[in-house]
C-alpha cells in the first residue's frame, strides 16, 4: 500500500508540470496574437489615416475662417429695413446664446461632447450595429465636432470614406481648438432649414426674435431642426416639430438640464411661432440704389458674404408713406383712363369648387389665412345683373356694386366733354372673366368689393432734408417686383415748368426782382442756331397778358414771360447756375430749356430745390451715414459736400415766389397743409409728364408721374391734378405733429412798397400798393429792368 502511494507522487508531478507548460503555451500565443492584432490594427490605422489624410485641409484655418453672414441696412433710426446674403447667418458669440439652447443641443446631437476627443467610440459601436441590421447606412452616430467638419470640409454622401476623413478631421479640429469654441463655430455654421443658418437666424426665422428672448420650449424645437430641417419643421408639420421638440426636452430633463417643473411647462407651451419670410426688403428702390452703391464699392463677394452694416439716412415711416401714396394715387390716376378689360378668362363649366381652389393658388393663399381689408386681389366673375357683380374670392365670395365700378368705361372714351361713367355692370364684366378687386367691408356675410386694375401709369417719389442732404425716402416705381427700374435716379424725364425757379433763380442773381416787369405778348424765334426753323412760345391757357411781373409769372407758370427772360440772361449763365444745383443731365443751349424740354432725374431736380430750402447753401444728397464690418469697424463714413451755388438772399428770393405758387398759382391744392410751402408744378406737351415740387424749411420733396413709353397721360392730366395729390398725401403724413417752421428772410433781403403794375416803388399810403421783397445790392430805381416795347417782337 504505501509503495503504490509512493509511485503515485511522480505522477502528479508530471502532470502539474504538463498544465504549467500548457499555460506559457497558451499565454505566449495569445500574447503573441494580441500583440500582433494590436500592431496589425496600428498599422491598419495607420494606413487608413495616411491614406484617407491625404488631401484633407488644414483646421487651422479655421482659426480665421468667416462664414458668409449677412449683410444688414439699417434705416437713420437704426431700425434694420433690409438684408443681403447666399446664406442668412447672423454671427453671435457663445457667452450670447442662452444656457438652455446650448444645453438642449448637447441633449439631443452630443451629450458626451464634454467627455470625447472628436469621436465617440459607444456612439459609433451603436450606429454600427442599427446600420448592419438595417443593411445599409440609417444613423452617423457622429459627434458635435464631426458634425462640423462635415458642414465645414467635406460632402453630405453617407459613404464609410468620408466617415473616416469626418473622424480625422474631428480629432484635429480637438486638437487645435477648444470645446467652446467648436461649439460656438457648430451654433453658428449648421442649417436650421427655411434659409437660415446658425442659431441666432434661426430664432428670426421661427419665432421673430433673438436667441436672447427664447424660451426652453423655443430652445429645444431649434436644437432638434439639424437632424432633418425640413422633415421637422414647424411651419411644414407642426405636429412632427412638436414630437421632436418634446423628445429634445425629455432628453434635457433626462440629463438634468432642466427640472421636472421646466419639463413639464416646456411640455405644455404651444407654438408661439414668427412668420418665414422671403429677404427682408422694407423699401425696395431705396435698397436697390445702396446696393449698388455697395457692389461697386466692395465687390459683390463682401456685398453678399462679408456681414457688413449699413447705416443710411432712411426715414422708413417716411419710406412707408411714400411707397403708400405712390400705390394709391396711381390707381386712382389710372381709373381716370378707363378700364383695360380682365386678366384673363375661366370658364365657368369647371364648376364653383375647382374655381375657388384655383383663386387660393392663384392668390397664393396660405391654410388658415383669411382675405385681408384694403389688399388687392384676384376673382373671378360668377354672376352679373343689372346693379352688381357676384364674385369668387377663393376663401370666400363677394359682391361689385355699380358705384364701386362705374369708372370702367372703355379706355379714353368721353361724353359730351366729360368723362363717361357706366350705368350697368354688363358694360365692363362678363361671366368668367379673371379681374383684380379690393375688399372694402363684410357685408350680408360676404365681401364688399370694389373692381381694381394694375395701374398703367408710374411714378416716383424723393424726399431730402435740405439742411443735411440726407435721403429720407425714395420711390421709384408702382411695383419693385414687376419692374426694378428706378424712376427716380434712372428715368431722364422732361421737367416741364417745374425747370422754371432755376431760371428765375440766374435771373435775380443777374439783378432782376420779384417786381420786374416783362411783357406778355407773342415772339417768334427763327435762329438756326437755336436748332428751331420757327418756333412761338405760348403760354399754357393759348394767350397773352401784357406787362407781366417775374412773381406773377411764375405764379400762374406763364411760358412767354420765362422764355423772353432766359433771352435777358443768357442761355450760358443758366446752365451752369443748373449744373452748381445738381442738374448733371444734358442740357441743349437753347431757349426752350427755360420750358423744361431737356430731360432731367427727378433726384437731380430734387436736389436743385433743397438748396433754395436751405439758404441757397446745397448739400449733395446722401443716403449713407456709415459702413462698418462684421467686426463693428468703421469701413466708410459719409463726409458732406457743401457748396454756395446761390446767396441766401436769392434762395430766399425764389422761395418768395414759390409760395406765391401755392397760395395764388397752380399749386394751391397744397395750402390744406396750413404751414409755410413753397412749390411749382410741372406739366410736359401732351400731357406727358406730370411734376410737383414742394418743400418746407424742413423737408424738399418731389413727384414725377408718367408712363414709360412716353405716352399722354391724357387730357388735363397736369402737374396739379396728378403729382399734387400724391404729393400732398406724403407731406402730410409726414408733417403730422411737426412744429411748424417759417423761412427765415436772410440779412440782404429788404421790404419795399411798389405799385405791382408797374414795378416801381409807391409811397406807404398809396393806394393799390404792397410790399415786395429785393435784394440789398439791387434796390429799385428808375432803371429798373423793363423789358419789352411792345406786344409782338420778333428775334
Not at 389688399?375 to 363677394?398: A, P, R, T
Not at 411783357?519 to 407781366?548: C, H, L, R
Not at 418746407?696 to 396739379?720: F, Q
Request: glycine content about 8%; charged content about 25%; hydrophobic content about 35%.
Amino acid at each position: 500500500m504505501k509503495k503504490s502511494l509512493k509511485n503515485q507522487k511522480p505522477t502528479k508531478l508530471k502532470k502539474k508540470k504538463e498544465r504549467s507548460r500548457f499555460g506559457k503555451i497558451f499565454f505566449i500565443t495569445f500574447y503573441s496574437i494580441t500583440l500582433f492584432c494590436l500592431v496589425a490594427g496600428f498599422v491598419g490605422a495607420g494606413f487608413i489615416y495616411f491614406h484617407y489624410s491625404q488631401g484633407l485641409p488644414d483646421v487651422r484655418e479655421l482659426k480665421n475662417y468667416h462664414p458668409s453672414t449677412i449683410t444688414q441696412i439699417y434705416s437713420d433710426g437704426n431700425e434694420k429695413i433690409a438684408e443681403f446674403y447666399i446664406e442668412k447667418r447672423i454671427m453671435i458669440p457663445l457667452e450670447n446664446i442662452p444656457l438652455a439652447l446650448k444645453q438642449a443641443t448637447l441633449a439631443v446631437e452630443d451629450s458626451n461632447f464634454y467627455y470625447h476627443f472628436g469621436i465617440d467610440p459607444k456612439a459609433i459601436f451603436r450606429a454600427f450595429i442599427t446600420n448592419l441590421k438595417a443593411g445599409h447606412v440609417v444613423e452617423g452616430g457622429s459627434t458635435i465636432t464631426q458634425q462640423l467638419s462635415k458642414t465645414l470640409f467635406l460632402s453630405r454622401e453617407r459613404t464609410l470614406p468620408r466617415k473616416i476623413k469626418e473622424a480625422i478631421l474631428a480629432v484635429r479640429l480637438e486638437l487645435v481648438f477648444t470645446k467652446d469654441h467648436i461649439l460656438e463655430m457648430y451654433l453658428n455654421q449648421i442649417y436650421y432649414g427655411h434659409g437660415s443658418y446658425g442659431v441666432e437666424a434661426a430664432a428670426h426665422t421661427y419665432f421673430g426674435k433673438g436667441v436672447a428672448a427664447l424660451t426652453i420650449a423655443e430652445c429645444a424645437l431649434i436644437a432638434s431642426l439639424p437632424k432633418a430641417p425640413n422633415h421637422y419643421s414647424p411651419y411644414k408639420d407642426p405636429e412632427r416639430g412638436r414630437k421632436r421638440r418634446n423628445h429634445t426636452i425629455r432628453r434635457m430633463a433626462y440629463l438634468s438640464f432642466i427640472t421636472r417643473e421646466e419639463k413639464k411647462q416646456a411640455l405644455n407651451e404651444g407654438f408661439h411661432l414668427g412668420e418665414v419670410t422671403s429677404m427682408l426688403n422694407r423699401a425696395p428702390y431705396f435698397v436697390e440704389h445702396i446696393r449698388q452703391f455697395l457692389e461697386e464699392k466692395y465687390g459683390s463677394t463682401k456685398l453678399y458674404r462679408g456681414g457688413l452694416k449699413v447705416y443710411t439716412t432712411l426715414d422708413i415711416d417716411l419710406q412707408e408713406s411714400a411707397q403708400r401714396a405712390i400705390k394709391e394715387n396711381l390707381r386712382i390716376a389710372d381709373k381716370r383712363y378707363g378700364y383695360r378689360g380682365p386678366l384673363g378668362t375661366l370658364y365657368l363649366s369647371k364648376g364653383e369648387l375647382a374655381i375657388q381652389k384655383s383663386l387660393i393658388k392663384m392668390n397664393q393663399f396660405e391654410e388658415g389665412q383669411s382675405i385681408t381689408e384694403g389688399s388687392i386681389i384676384k376673382g373671378v366673375v360668377w354672376s352679373v345683373d343689372e346693379k352688381q357683380v357676384e364674385v369668387l374670392l377663393g376663401l370666400d365670395f363677394g359682391t361689385i356694386d355699380i358705384l364701386d365700378m362705374n369708372w370702367a368705361r372703355p379706355p379714353n372714351t368721353r361724353l359730351d366733354g366729360r368723362w363717361e361713367k357706366i350705368r350697368r355692370p354688363s358694360q365692363a364684366l362678363a361671366p368668367g372673366d379673371l379681374i383684380l378687386v379690393k375688399p372694402l367691408r363684410i357685408k350680408n356675410g360676404g365681401w364688399s368689393l370694389a373692381l381694381e386694375q394694375e395701374p398703367d401709369v408710374e411714378g416716383s417719389l424723393v424726399s431730402l432734408d435740405p439742411k443735411t442732404g440726407h435721403l429720407k425716402a425714395m420711390v421709384g416705381g408702382y411695383n419693385f417686383s414687376k419692374s426694378q427700374f428706378n424712376r427716380a435716379v434712372q428715368a431722364i424725364r422732361q421737367p416741364g415748368s417745374a425747370f422754371k425757379p432755376i431760371i428765375y433763380a440766374a435771373a435775380i442773381k443777374e439783378g432782376f426782382s420779384p417786381a420786374s416787369i416783362i411783357i406778355d405778348s407773342p415772339i417768334i424765334f427763327k435762329e438756326k442756331e437755336n436748332a428751331f426753323d420757327q418756333w412761338k412760345p405760348v403760354n399754357f391757357e393759348e394767350k397773352f397778358y401784357g406787362p407781366t411781373s417775374l412773381r406773377t409769372a411764375l405764379t400762374h407758370s406763364r411760358n412767354v414771360v420765362t422764355v423772353k427772360l432766359m433771352q435777358n440772361i443768357g442761355i450760358k449763365g443758366t446752365i451752369r447756375l443748373a449744373k452748381s444745383l445738381g442738374i448733371s443731365s444734358k442740357l441743349e443751349p437753347n431757349l426752350s430749356i427755360s420750358l423744361g424740354s431737356s430731360g432731367l432725374t427727378l433726384f437731380q431736380l430734387t436736389s436743385a430745390y433743397s438748396a433754395f430750402a436751405n439758404n441757397g447753401t446745397l448739400i449733395k444728397p446722401n443716403a449713407i451715414r456709415n459702413i462698418q464690418n462684421r467686426k463693428g469697424e468703421i469701413l466708410y463714413t459719409s463726409t458732406p459736400e457743401i457748396t454756395q451755388p446761390i446767396a441766401p438772399g436769392v434762395a430766399y428770393t425764389i422761395t418768395s415766389l414759390l409760395q406765391s405758387v401755392v397760395e395764388h398759382g397752380t399749386g394751391k391744392k397744397v395750402r390744406v397743409l396750413n404751414r409755410p410751402v413753397a412749390g411749382k408744378t410741372g406739366t410736359t406737351n401732351n400731357y406727358v409728364d406730370a411734376w410737383f415740387m414742394g418743400y418746407t424749411p424742413d423737408l424738399v420733396t418731389g413727384v414725377w408721374v408718367g408712363k414709360d413709353k412716353d405716352g399722354s397721360l391724357g387730357r388735363n392730366e397736369t402737374g396739379s391734378r396728378t403729382a399734387i395729390p400724391i404729393w400732398l398725401q406724403f407731406m402730410q403724413e409726414a408733417l403730422v405733429n411737426k412744429p411748424i417752421t417759417n423761412f427765415q428772410a436772410p440779412r440782404d433781403i429788404q421790404y419795399l412798397r411798389i405799385q405791382p403794375e408797374a414795378g416801381e416803388p409807391a409811397t406807404f399810403d398809396e393806394p393799390g400798393s404792397e410790399f415786395e421783397i429785393f435784394l440789398q445790392d439791387h434796390l429799385p430805381d428808375n432803371e429798373e429792368p423793363f423789358l419789352g416795347d411792345s406786344f409782338e417782337d420778333t428775334f
